[in-house]
């Protein structure tokens, strides 16, 4: 991971600028659906045996994506618009994380009904379905953990359905909170992740071998995720249209982009 951005989409945006985009995101994001699907349920399978290691490993066999996307299952056709506007306008793949956080709750759901349902009392076994949740869940954090890592960068989606505005102490301290543990967990990943610059020569390294320090890559941990936000370089709807209308297909698109930001 390079760079990590904080959006905040405008509805006026996604209407003028990503819907019509929604048609080919779709499509994507039904084909990258059925590839993270098949990957999962190969090593998290209903017959109660989860092999983390080799899941970990096949992860890698899910095709390479530039641009990780973090965001609430709620404005999931926004970002199915946004990942087929990008796609569009600067060929970058993005790997939309609910396509697995999603699907693992169906497949814990079938586990669970195998396995921890009492047909006698039609109650779930409390332990066994904390087994089952836990190991699930501690293997998709990993692989959502190395899609982050080997991704270019991340983009948090920041919309009043991923974050909750709260006040503290007496109104003096705005905190932004989430309710979403992926979300968090993602959030929080960002900050604790090398950052690592991209493999192609780019103006990126010519600055790097300079000397140019890369100021937003500090490494910042908090405990609320007003603190991971803070860490990310702000993203906004004029920067992404000055962005389309300056592209150069001769240049690598998140180039340009990092350079439009003065990272």
């Not at 996604?14 to 994001?29: D, R």
């Not at 190969?42 to 994506?65: M, P, Q, R």
């Not at 306008?89 to 169906?106: H, M, T, V």
């Amino acid at each position: 991971m390079f760079a990590k951005f904080n959006y905040n989409p405008s509805n006026a945006f996604y209407c003028s600028e990503l819907n019509q985009h929604f048609t080919l995101g779709n499509k994507i994001y039904s084909e990258h659906k059925k590839e993270v699907q098949d990957c999962l349920s190969e090593y998290i399978t209903e017959d109660g045996i989860i092999n983390g290691t080799a899941l970990k490993e096949h992860w890698f066999s899910v095709s390479k994506k530039d641009i990780f996307i973090s965001h609430s299952h709620k404005d999931i056709n926004k970002v199915i618009a946004f990942s087929g506007w990008l796609k569009e306008n600067f060929g970058l793949e993005s790997f939309i994380d609910s396509c697995s956080w999603g699907y693992c709750d169906d497949l814990l759901n079938k586990i669970d009904k195998k396995y921890c349902y009492k047909p006698k009392t039609r109650t779930y076994d409390y332990k066994l379905r904390n087994y089952t949740t836990s190991h699930v869940h501690m293997m998709l954090s990993t692989a959502l953990t190395e899609m982050i890592n080997n991704t270019e960068c991340i983009i948090f989606f920041n919309t009043p359905n991923s974050i909750i505005m709260s006040d503290e102490l007496k109104k003096i301290n705005k905190k932004e909170k989430t309710i979403s543990p992926w979300i968090y967990h993602e959030l929080s990943i960002s900050t604790m992740l090398q950052i690592s610059l991209p493999k192609r020569r780019s103006f990126l390294q010519e600055r790097y071998d300079q000397g140019y320090s890369f100021s937003h890559s500090d490494l910042k941990i908090g405990y609320d995720v007003s603190e991971q936000i803070k860490s990310m370089i702000m993203l906004s709807d004029e920067i992404l249209k000055k962005w389309k209308d300056e592209h150069d297909n001769k240049k690598h698109a998140l180039d340009e982009l990092y350079k439009l930001l003065g990272v």
